[in-house]
């Protein structure tokens, strides 16, 4: 059984990086400002409480963030309590005092699972870039022109996690000439 902080200084321990927020709207702005991988919140915060809170973000327009999982962590153990936070987008409900070694499990769980869905969209994304470049070519399309016209694709497709440096080169072996 431990508390928030001590849950905290855990997460830090198994190599997480932690950020404390002290009240609802502060949440909301290291949210924004870091966009964490998963939030833990406690539904009682000054100001803004955490259902207020989870509300806010699962209403954000910017649809990644949405994605955004929240365990609601919290000492009220009611049903009403647990209805409200699942229907204000928490994903998880976890009651004081914390257990550990089931929060790990948890977070573990949800983080692994949010990596394969990650992976799953950007695979789709890239299958549609692969398909929208495909058509964009003819038959008799010259490669370095099929190459060049990809390579556009690729560089301005925003999702598309690149190196921010390196060059790319084409070389025309007929012509011997750089594009």
């Given at each position: 059984?431990?508390?928030?902080?001590?849950?905290?200084?855990?997460?830090?321990?198994?190599?997480?990086?932690?950020?404390?927020?002290?009240?609802?709207?502060e949440a909301i702005e290291?949210?924004?400002?870091?966009?964490?991988?998963?939030?833990?919140?406690?539904?009682?915060?000054?100001?803004?409480?955490?259902?207020?809170?989870?509300?806010?973000?699962?209403?954000?327009?910017?649809?990644?963030?949405?994605?955004?999982?929240?365990?609601?962590?919290?000492?009220?153990?009611?049903?009403?309590?647990?209805?409200?936070?699942?229907?204000?987008?928490?994903?998880?409900?976890?009651?004081?005092?914390?257990?550990?070694?089931?929060?790990?499990?948890?977070?573990?769980?949800?983080?692994?699972?949010?990596?394969?869905?990650?992976?799953?969209?950007?695979?789709?994304?890239?299958?549609?870039?692969?398909?929208?470049?495909?058509?964009?070519?003819?038959?008799?399309?010259?490669?370095?022109?099929?190459?060049?016209?990809?390579?556009?694709?690729?560089?301005?497709?925003?999702?598309?996690?690149?190196?921010?440096?390196?060059?790319?080169?084409?070389?025309?072996?007929?012509?011997?000439?750089?594009?």
């Amino acid at each position: 059984v431990v508390s928030l902080d001590l849950l905290g200084q855990m997460l830090v321990n198994q190599g997480y990086q932690v950020l404390n927020a002290d009240n609802g709207q502060e949440a909301i702005e290291l949210f924004l400002q870091h966009r964490p991988d998963l939030v833990l919140m406690d539904a009682d915060m000054p100001g803004m409480d955490g259902f207020q809170v989870c509300r806010h973000l699962r209403n954000h327009p910017d649809a990644q963030l949405r994605l955004t999982p929240i365990i609601m962590v919290t000492a009220l153990d009611g049903e009403a309590s647990v209805e409200r936070a699942y229907a204000a987008g928490a994903e998880e409900y976890v009651t004081k005092p914390i257990h550990w070694a089931v929060v790990r499990q948890r977070i573990r769980l949800i983080l692994k699972r949010q990596q394969a869905e990650t992976a799953a969209r950007y695979a789709y994304q890239s299958q549609l870039l692969i398909n929208s470049m495909l058509k964009g070519q003819g038959a008799g399309t010259p490669l370095v022109e099929a190459l060049r016209f990809c390579l556009c694709e690729i560089l301005n497709t925003p999702w598309l996690p690149l190196a921010p440096h390196g060059t790319i080169c084409l070389l025309d072996q007929e012509t011997s000439q750089r594009s």
